[in-house]
């Protein structure tokens, strides 16, 4: 039986890390958001996304603006807001995405349609490049949305347009004579209908969704069918010739895919709906690939962060090992894509590993991508900076060294902030009477079980000390299973029970505690900084550590370092010190024993000379990585020379 995501109404989170990030979404990043997508921040990229609806709605004159996929700035806001409020009511936020509601209906076509680029701007092309057009995309981000805030809310009017527009695409696409036979250049579609059903019970829009994922790349390339035709009209200036069929996984079935390529963001998004279809459907040979790909990107294609897709080029996965680390791409909604595919194969096959993952993947890349006020957002994660070679027109033209207010492809920004929204439905799965922990974050949680409703408690400070206390209240009679995560970094895992040892069975990384009554249990571990190495195959680190501590990958900054970081090494030999500080509302500060490469015996006219390597001491100083440039503009470096 597949594991369940907690209700968020049920849940309130306050943690000393994460609270500072997610009470951002209700206090910060909402109401910023929301300005943005309205244009009402002076001096920032336009958004016009608002306006576009207003414009198909006949609320107001003027031209569409924007990306092909705007209507999504809105969509994943009005999700942000329906996990906000479903454990933070705001009646005034909740005004105003009913207004947004009230613009979605009045812009909807009479037969369903609601795309409003192809609705203001080009409207005969409706259909006609789903390989550029994102039609098929946006409305997924709309369909998630719609089930959010009905959830939150119990407000269908946002569902009944939605479930008006997935009717339409039900009579449009399909085998049958007289449906188009395609699918969507950018995937998303799959996940949006599978969650429209999970809310209606609408069968076909399990099967349609069902049909985007068969279709996929079997027999003629329909991409290339598309690109052949004598009236296409590209919005992107892709042609027949340059297109790539493997940039949208669509160059084979999916169930023959063997790892991971093309645009990064596009994999993970469907192969998230490829766990949710092979599970609803027991489809052994999808859930196979899910596996094998999955394998693949953790194994041979994923960065010390969690970070995915190398390349700043197409926005893609290239070959295995394959992780520069001063020029990459990993894109935040990469990260946020590869944990929505790690917690739905977590929930399937209650493996503790893909959590593992999810959870590097949260606290590392993610966290990164939005600064500490939540007004300015990373599009691009790097491991490695040099704010001086950040320029236009070169390699390294879309590293930033701070990250920006806005994008004119602003789908980071409101993908972050659904996923802060949403941790809920990361810390906990849920099964008939059991209740899985899955990251250890404090909280407290009503879970409704087959047997009767169970309270929850976790209170925790970590990661900053490895101790967490699990309460569990009005155990059903009949009793119930607690499944406690053991992280692949912790060394001396115990649990006791009302302070006694306690006896637990452990399967697939989770230890399993039989609880009969009212009580309470202590989770302890070590996870001590230590030094990481990359496997020789990953070039870009050959000789280099990284340091760790926990689910946190830590990072030197120039402001602790000083300049040029590529002149330093680390002593492994030596120990690594903690300290506690009260940078960032309270973090651990790592101090290590190093050497620096003398420069001294060179002078600016010379590039390059035979002066024997001189090396002097040094102490390091690392902070976690999800903090980096939240003091200015500086150099820095996840991995480090290693002193031999």
């Known amino acids: ?39 009402q921040l002076p001096g920032m990229e336009p958004s016009h996304s608002i306006a576009n609806f207003e414009i198909a709605a006949g609320r107001k004159e003027g031209e569409y603006y924007g990306m092909v996929f705007q209507d999504t700035d809105v969509a994943k806001w009005l999700e942000a807001v329906g996990f906000s409020l479903a454990n933070n009511p705001d009646p ?24 409003t680029y192809f609705m203001v701007k080009d409207p005969e092309q409706r259909w006609k490049n789903l390989c550029e057009g994102h039609e098929l ?4 981000h709309m369909m998630e949305a719609a089930v959010a805030y009905y959830n939150a809310t119990g407000k269908k009017k946002v569902l009944d347009v939605m479930t008006k527009f997935a009717d339409l695409l039900c009579d449009t696409f399909g085998k049958e004579e007289g449906k188009i036979d395609g699918y969507c250049g ?80 596009r994999a993970v998004y469907m192969y998230s709906a490829m766990a949710d279809l092979a599970e609803e459907y027991q489809d052994e040979a999808l859930m196979e690939a899910c596996e094998r790909l999955w394998k693949n990107i953790v194994q041979k294609q994923m960065y010390i962060t969690g970070g995915i897709g190398s390349s700043g080029i197409m926005e893609r996965f290239t070959v295995d090992y394959d992780l520069p680390n001063d020029c990459n791409y990993a894109e935040s909604c990469a990260s946020i894509g590869l944990a929505m595919f790690g917690i739905r194969m977590a929930n399937i ?14 606290y590392n890349t993610v966290l990164a991508s939005i600064a500490l006020d939540g007004k300015s957002f990373f599009y691009v994660n790097p491991l490695e900076v040099w704010p001086d070679n950040c320029m236009e027109r070169t390699s390294k033209e879309h590293i930033k060294p701070i990250r920006q207010s806005w994008f004119g492809c602003a789908c980071c920004p409101p993908n972050i902030a659904r996923t802060l929204a949403s941790m809920g439905q990361y810390i906990y799965s ?17 879970i409704p079980l087959e047997s009767g409703e169970v309270k929850v408690s976790i209170e925790t400070t970590f990661p900053l000390e490895n101790q967490v206390e699990i309460g569990v209240k009005e155990v059903p009679a009949e009793g119930m299973t607690l499944a406690v995560r053991i992280p692949e970094y912790a060394e001396n895992y115990q649990i006791e029970e009302e302070g006694v040892p306690c006896d637990y069975k452990v399967e697939k990384g989770f230890a399993y505690i039989q609880v009969t009554k009212d009580t309470s249990f202590k989770v302890t571990f070590d996870a001590p900084a230590k030094l990481v190495r990359a496997n020789p195959n990953v070039r870009a680190d050959c000789g280099k550590v990284a340091v760790v501590r926990g689910p946190l990958v830590y990072c030197f900054e120039e402001i602790d370092n000083g300049k040029n970081l590529s002149a330093l090494f680390i002593d492994a030999k030596g120990r690594i010190e903690e300290e506690d500080s009260d940078l960032f509302g309270g973090i651990k500060v790592l101090t290590l024993k190093g050497k620096r490469m003398n420069q001294e015996a060179w002078d600016e006219t010379q590039l390059y000379g035979e002066h024997p390597v001189q090396l002097v001491d040094t102490q390091l100083k690392a902070i976690p990585y999800p903090y980096w440039n939240n003091r200015g503009i500086g150099e820095m470096t996840v991995w480090v020379k290693e002193l031999l």
């Open 137 to 140: 995309y946006s409305a997924g």
């Open 430 to 446: 849920v099964g008939a009477d059991e209740v899985f922990v899955n990251l250890f974050i404090s909280n407290e949680v009503n």
């Open 92 to 115: 005034e936020l909740e005004k105003t995405a009913d207004w947004v509601v009230d613009l979605l209906a009045d812009a909807q076509g009479e037969d369903g349609y609601l795309v």
């Open 349 to 362: 096959t209650r493996d503790a590993s893909y959590i593992d993952t999810v959870e590097l993947a949260l």
């Open 1 to 39: 039986m597949k594991l369940k995501p907690i209700d968020l109404r049920n849940i309130k989170i306050k943690d000393k890390f994460w609270s500072k990030h997610v009470d951002l979404v209700k206090d910060a990043i909402i109401p910023y958001q929301w300005d943005a997508i309205n244009d």
């Open 186 to 265: 950018h995937q998303e579609i799959e996940i949006g209908l599978y969650k429209l059903y999970e809310v209606t019970g609408e069968r076909k829009y399990l099967d349609l969704s069902k049909y985007f994922i068969d279709a996929r790349g079997v027999g003629e390339n329909y991409f290339l069918k598309e690109l052949s035709r004598p009236d296409f009209k590209s919005i992107w200036g892709t042609s027949l010739r340059s297109y790539q069929p493997e940039y949208s996984q669509s160059d084979k079935p999916v169930r023959e895919l063997m790892v991971a390529t093309g645009h990064s963001v």
